[in-house]
């Protein structure tokens, strides 16, 4: 089966940074997703690795080692409105584009 | 470009009814998704469409959910009968297509209650 394991909470303040770590063991692997996703809300698509190194895109980075199956999600100036679950995906075929989760990083970002 | 949107946003049902969701995905999308998200967990593929022909429907309780897409474009998911268990929302997201595009775009969601 698919096995995608991430912390079920965090805590930080406002304008610090947070890591978000995700492991993933899974019968093949098309990419990494992360999305974010506030309570009571869809899930909306923050970040996309498929090659190992750091994809960066404004406050949120992605990170991604294919051979330690291994990911992470750093949020940098941390804001009030960062507060929400981030979920780790990994997409295990090229062809059929489903998507496995994880349970979700539910991060509270205090004043 | 308007978003996927779905229909009803909220249901509570008695267990053994039965309930339909509706979804109408973003305009050109071939791929059509739905997913379980039980509370607290990530959200759980049950049914996968290429167009009106389903991909993969490995994880659908097909003894109690079917789901249909006519047309290729519009979906239905329904539930007949409920159990307690199926209490969760119930997300329909779509894609360009099944594995070139990066992204899948998810609708708001719709959340059963089963009493």
């Known amino acids: 089966g698919q096995n995608i394991d991430q912390p079920t909470e965090m805590t930080a303040t406002e304008g610090a940074i947070v890591q978000i770590n995700c492991t993933y063991q899974t019968s093949g692997f098309n990419g990494l997703f992360w999305y974010q996703q506030h309570a009571g809300e869809a899930p909306t698509f923050l970040s996309y690795?498929?090659?190992?190194g750091l994809e960066e895109k404004g406050r949120f980075s992605s990170f991604l080692s294919r051979s330690k199956g291994y990911s992470y999600l750093l949020l940098k100036e941390l804001q009030m409105k960062d507060s929400a679950s981030y979920l780790c995906a990994v997409r295990d075929s090229p062809a059929l584009g489903r998507l496995y989760f994880g349970r979700g990083t539910q991060l509270t970002v205090w004043p | 470009e308007a978003g996927v949107a779905q229909s009803p946003r909220y249901k509570i049902i008695e267990k053994r009814q039965s309930v339909a969701f509706w979804c109408n995905p973003i305009?050109?999308?071939?791929?059509l998704y739905w997913y379980q998200q039980i509370l607290g967990q990530g959200p759980k593929l049950l049914i996968q469409?290429?167009?009106?022909?389903?991909?993969?429907d490995s994880q659908l309780p097909k003894d109690r959910f079917s789901a249909e897409r006519l047309k290729g474009v519009d979906s239905t998911l329904k539930i007949q009968p409920a159990k307690l268990e199926d209490s969760a929302v119930y997300l329909c997201?779509?894609?360009?297509?099944?594995?070139?595009?990066?992204?899948?775009?998810f609708g708001p969601g719709t959340r059963l209650t089963v009493t």
């Open positions: 469409f290429q167009n009106n022909g389903v991909v993969d």
């Open positions: 997201a779509s894609s360009p297509s099944g594995g070139s595009s990066y992204e899948q775009y």
């Open positions: 690795n498929v090659l190992d």
């Open positions: 305009s050109g999308h071939a791929t």
